[in-house]
Nanobody
Framework: QVQLVESGGGLVQPGGSLRLSCAASRNIVTIYAMCWYRQAPGNQRELVAMMTSGGRISYAESVQGRFTISRDNAKSTASLQMNSLKPEDTAVYYC????????WGQGTQVTVSS
């Protein structure tokens, strides 16, 4: 069993930055993949970024070059640095861990608006 707790969401102006953090209740060194998903109103949940235990990283095309995922195994955290934010990045962002099995955090709201 793994509990995931996200933090760092909020309201930011277009072009601004936010850093999301995901704290896991156990050591994540053996967790195969730590990911960030997001879901905007009326849309399906989509994968934003993924990082495997082996260091393989992938991003959604819409955030490539603006978002950076990282994981700190010593602190059992995963983070998502979001730069150059756009209004279309507005969504609830979820932390996801594929141990396996799969676990989700409760989500944190990110709103990009002037």
């Amino acid at each position: 069993q793994v509990q995931l707790v996200e933090s760092g969401g909020g309201l930011v102006q277009p072009g601004g930055s936010l850093r999301l953090s995901c704290a896991a209740s156990r050591n994540i060194v053996t967790i195969y993949a730590m990911c960030w998903y997001r879901q905007a109103p009326g849309n399906q949940r989509e994968l934003v970024a993924m990082m495997t235990s082996g260091g393989r990283i992938s991003y959604a095309e819409s955030v490539q070059g603006r978002f950076t995922i990282s994981r700190d195994n010593a602190k059992s955290t995963a983070s998502l640095q979001m730069n150059s934010l756009k209004p279309e990045d507005t969504a609830v962002y979820y932390c996801y861990a594929n141990v396996p099995p799969q676990y989700w955090g409760q989500g944190t709201q990110v709103t990009v608006s002037s």
